[in-house]
Nanobody, 123 residues
Framework: QVQLVESGGGLVQAGGSLRLSCAAS????????MGWFRQAPGKEREFVGRIWWASGNTYYGDSVKGRFTISRDNAKDTMYLQMNSLKPEDTAVYYC????????????????WGQGTQVTVSS
């Protein structure tokens, strides 16, 4: 059973930085795609970015490109989301997700989800 646990959320001022972690367990993730999504109140869950675990190849949504960076630590089975130059519109619950699909750019691609961590950016 795949388990994903996010951590690192909190309150930060606009322009600041935050790093989220997603600890994964229950599988060997070398063939998985891992993704980050976010959901603000009253809005659809939005794709933030994804990483192919084996190669480290990353892909980002337009709203975060150039500000957010996804990485992973193979030894710890942990994925990270480094968020820089944060804006109030980045406020949301952030979720990590995993899939065996090579796609991974939409929420429908993902089979496993974490419980989410709140990020609040004050202006």
């Amino acid at each position: 059973q795949v388990q994903l646990v996010e951590s690192g959320g909190g309150l930060v001022q606009a322009g600041g930085s935050l790093r989220l972690s997603c600890a994964a367990s229950g599988r060997t993730f070398s063939s998985y795609t891992m993704g980050w999504f976010r959901q603000a109140p009253g809005k659809e869950r939005e794709f933030v970015g994804r990483i192919w675990w084996a190669s480290g190849n990353t892909y980002y949504g337009d709203s975060v490109k150039g500000r957010f960076t996804i990485s992973r630590d193979n030894a710890k089975d942990t994925m990270y989301l480094q968020m820089n130059s944060l804006k109030p519109e980045d406020t949301a619950v952030y979720y990590c997700a995993a899939t065996r699909s090579i796609l991974g750019a939409t929420r429908l691609d993902y089979e496993y989800w974490g419980q989410g961590t709140q990020v609040t950016v004050s202006s």
